[in-house]
């Protein structure tokens, strides 16, 4: 059931990417639009690559928020 549900999207967001990217190369040009493209495609590969950091860094900060907030607790 979830992968009917992917594929659809992935079927919808190809019709919206068509019709986007067409109105953006007749506005902009073809050079200007597939720089555009590029750009968001690289920067939404470097928030996947930094979002496995950024996890094991926020896991790391609430392990040491929590232990921290314990000792505090247990002073009081």
């Known amino acids: ?22 109105q953006i190369t007749d506005f902009f ?3 200007r639009a ?7 495609c690289i920067t939404g590969w470097l928030a996947l690559f930094f979002s ?7 896991k790391i900060f609430h392990r040491i928020w929590n232990w921290s907030y314990l000792m505090w607790f247990l002073y009081i």
Do not use: E, N, P
Request: include cysteine; charged fraction near 15%.
């Open 52 to 58: 496995k950091i950024l996890t094991r860094l926020w």
């Open 1 to 22: 059931m979830a992968v009917f549900h992917v594929c659809s999207l992935v079927t919808i967001g190809a019709m919206l990417g068509d019709v986007t990217s067409g």
């Open 29 to 31: 040009g073809r050079k």
């Open 34 to 40: 597939m720089r555009m493209s590029t750009a968001f």
